[in-house]
């Protein structure tokens, strides 16, 4: 692979699927329409999750690390989105401490995850100011996945509940039921898509973890679901606070972001997850440039986790830096070319989304086409979400260049790739009214 150093047409060129031959870009740091001008629009194109959606980030399922070399392996593989090792570590480690709650929550998590993974949700900009994530297609696991992770719920729940029986004041039952119930919430809401009964198991995480800050006032570990459920309920529209189990918990954006700062910053168990959350945060409130050394520094920590790249570079994209942006990008490619561990896996459809989202926002039309079409010209190899974007993508490249009849066709294969997409929808809207931006 030879790089340009931006140069070029900023297409990434691949002479065969296999074996890519170019990536070379624009010099988009002089480009007057780009993200620094455009950041409302291009914000929630690059607001992707690092690990779960803002949104859903109350039901957020923290973990304790029990002292075992197969539970930290297990989180290793997790947060470099090796879930298959993962999971077998935690079985492994279920299998020598079958009653340990804690250990199976860690799989039904993983399990979670996974399907997530699987369906693109970690790498699709689930995270939005108008809240998008709540028009978006659910999760469809198979019948054995559901089995698998709601049996591993129950036994944690069965756990749990015996030891609260024992001794309502059992700290380490309290927290564990509190990430049992998260986990749960995470499952309404993304697999079942009940919103309502993901709001009412995260606000019963929230209590359980209250209880555990009154018996321990010093856990610093057991404010991050209260900090995430400041933060959410605070964010929710106002008919949604009205609902009966939330009468008491008010929310306040601001105390909930400073409550996760504080755990990012003194926390010892759930250190990570604080940094994870608080980067997407800091990323839903457009303070991008205080969210991407928090993304740098889990780089660092997980540097097979190539969504994080990608994030890295929608962050700098966001902060109108296009040719690091691009850089990032062109990483990712070079990483998966010279077989580095955990990029063999990344798909080139991936890639070439990623670098023409870059040029589309940064009106680099011509280049941004060329990468959205070999996404949709393989599209049966990427998520649902990257899919239909591509096509839409397409459409709105098409609809700039005064060429609506092209754009329509576009938008119509939107539609038939994913339905019940939010992007689906948008492209309907458009074969009406053809797309146009404002220049800032």
Request: hydrophobic share 40%; net charge neutral; aromatic share 10%.
């Amino acid at each position: 692979m030879v790089f340009d150093d931006f140069g070029g047409n900023g297409v990434l060129d691949q002479d065969s699927r296999a074996q890519p031959t170019e990536l070379i870009g624009r010099k988009y740091s002089g480009t007057k329409y780009c993200l620094a001008g455009a950041g409302h629009q291009a914000a929630p194109i690059y607001n992707r999750v690092l690990k779960i959606t803002i949104l859903a980030a109350a039901c957020v399922a923290m973990r304790l690390f029990a002292g075992s070399s197969l539970v930290d392996d297990g989180y290793n593989h997790f947060y470099n989105l090796e879930f298959d090792q993962a999971l077998a570590d935690f079985d492994r480690a279920i299998a020598q401490d079958p009653n340990n709650p804690d250990l199976h929550n860690h799989a039904a998590e993983t399990v979670l995850f996974s399907e997530m993974y699987r369906d693109g949700a970690l790498e699709s900009e689930l995270v939005t100011g108008n809240n998008s994530l709540l028009r978006r297609a659910k999760l469809n696991p198979s019948p054995a996945t559901k089995k698998q992770f709601l049996g591993e719920i129950q036994k944690a729940l069965d756990l749990e509940q015996a030891r609260l029986r024992r001794n309502p004041n059992d700290a380490g039952a309290l927290y564990a039921m509190g990430i049992t119930y998260g986990l749960r919430a995470n499952y309404f809401f993304l697999v079942q898509k009940d919103w309502v009964g993901a709001l009412h198991d995260s606000t019963t995480a929230r209590k359980l973890h209250n209880r555990v800050s009154e018996l321990d006032p010093s856990n610093a570990d057991a404010r991050l679901v209260q900090g995430l459920h400041d933060y959410v309920i605070g964010s929710l529209p106002a008919y949604y606070k009205m609902v009966g189990f939330l009468i008491g918990f008010h929310g306040d954006k601001e105390r909930g972001i400073h409550t996760v700062e504080q755990v990012a910053a003194h926390g010892s168990l759930n250190r990570v997850d604080a940094e994870v959350f608080l980067a997407a945060i800091y990323r839903r409130e457009r303070q991008t440039a205080k969210a991407l050394p928090l993304v740098e520094s889990l780089i660092a920590r997980f540097p097979r986790n190539y969504l994080l790249r990608f994030e890295q570079a929608g962050m700098y994209a966001a902060l109108g830096d296009g040719k690091k942006a691009v850089a990032c990008v062109q990483q990712v490619a070079q990483l998966k070319t010279q077989g580095a561990p955990g990029y063999a896996r990344v798909p080139w459809e991936s890639v070439y989304y990623q670098l023409g989202t870059i040029q589309f926002w940064y009106n680099d039309l011509d280049a941004a086409l060329a990468n959205m079409q070999k996404v949709t010209a393989h599209a049966e190899d990427v998520d649902l979400n990257t899919g239909v974007l591509a096509w839409m993508r397409v459409g709105q490249i098409y609809d700039l260049r005064q060429r609506h009849g092209l754009a329509v066709e576009a938008y119509k294969r939107a539609m038939a790739y994913a339905p019940e997409a939010e992007a689906a929808r948008e492209s309907r809207r458009y074969i009406s009214s053809p797309y146009r931006r404002e220049k800032s």
